[in-house]
């Protein structure tokens, strides 16, 4: 059964930093594409940032400068660096795992909180 393990999250004044980590109980992680995604109360939740099994990685358009999404393979684990956290950051944080081998597989983690105040 994959487990995805993340950690990380906490509490934060506005203009600082937490790095979240996630990570998987499975061998196939190395062609996975890796996610985070976020959800603040009350609204959807939204992709944050992705990365490829090549490395190619995209983002929000609200976090790019601030966010950066690596991963290392050896580790099968994805980290989320964000800088110059803002109060908007605020919100649980999920981590994605999504590959296709004879079909689609989709995981999610259970989440963790990031609160920035001002």
């Known amino acids: 059964q994959l487990q995805l393990v993340e950690s990380g999250g906490g509490s934060v004044q506005a203009g600082g930093s937490l790095r979240l980590s996630c990570a998987a109980s499975i061998s196939t992680f190395r062609i996975a594409t890796m996610a985070w995604y976020r959800q603040a109360p009350g609204k959807q939740r939204e992709l944050v940032a992705s990365?490829?099994?090549?490395?190619?990685?995209t983002y929000a358009d609200s976090v790019k400068g601030r966010f950066t999404i690596s991963r290392d393979n050896a580790k099968n684990t994805v980290y989320l660096q964000m800088n110059s956290l803002k109060p908007e950051d605020t919100a649980v944080y999920y981590c994605?795992?999504?590959?296709?081998?004879?079909?689609?597989?989709?995981?999610w983690g259970q989440g963790t909180q990031v609160t920035v105040s001002s």
């Open positions: 994605n795992l999504q590959y296709r081998l004879v079909r689609q597989y989709d995981y």
């Open positions: 990365i490829t099994s090549f490395g190619k990685s």
